[in-house]
């Protein structure tokens, strides 16, 4: 199987230059599906820190550079939306966050924002023993005695990896697209519309700043404030 991915052909979440060069580096099997950026993509493309993978691989092995908390990743390691980059050395942390396009980014929070990560809740089943199986958006699977709900969002410590906090997906709740249009705007949900049968659902999103939009329910995804300001008071 071919370690090569063509550039043209990338997801468009991808933050690589299309017409630079032919291919890039193809991520492996892991978080978040095909969207997975390969970290040393991040390294080198985005962040500048390496020119190489070999230097990357180089960087990765002092274990300074943490993956929602874990310090044994590999070059290829896929990352994607919400996943938390840490550089220990530098004091450096940034939350992987969909800008404008549906382009993932990487945006600057404080230490404390760092120890833990969002995920938001596609798949529930009641397991044996009463407990409540979730699988969320980058195929994480944990299980809670708690009932959420399909799309609530779950805040997951990076170091016991528990559930520490819990966003309900209803009208009022502070939202962003990830996907879509309006990729990257965050606003409250005015209304949750149900279409009958196989059609998609939609939301209404107001702005304080801004006309507001509409985009479908899959699209957004529960947040908190800190996700305007970085964690930082």
Known sequence: ??????????????????????????????????????????????????????EARYALEGGSVLVNGDGNVATDRPVGMFDILAFTERAEYYRVFPSEG???????????????????????????????????????????????????????????????????????????????????EIGEIETIRVTPGSGDNAVVVAQEEGDGFETIADYVVVIDENFTDGGEE
């Open 102 to 184: 549906g382009r993932l980014s990487l945006t600057p929070i404080d230490e404390d924002s760092a120890a833990s990560r969002l995920g938001k809740v596609v798949g529930k089943q009641q397991v044996s023993g009463g407990q409540f199986q979730y699988t969320l958006h980058d195929g994480t699977t944990l299980h809670a005695d708690n009932d959420y709900g399909g799309s609530d969002s779950l805040v997951i410590d990076n170091e016991t990896k528990e559930i520490v906090a819990h966003f309900q997906y209803e009208e009022g709740a502070l939202v962003t697209a990830v996907d879509g249009a309006h990729a990257g």
């Open 1 to 54: 199987m071919s370690n090569h991915q063509k550039r043209l052909s990338a997801p468009d979440s991808w933050p690589v230059e299309r017409k630079e060069e032919t291919f890039t580096v193809k991520a492996d099997a892991g978080p978040h599906g095909e969207t997975g950026v390969p970290l040393v993509i991040v390294l080198r493309d985005v962040l500048g820190y390496v020119d190489s993978r070999k």
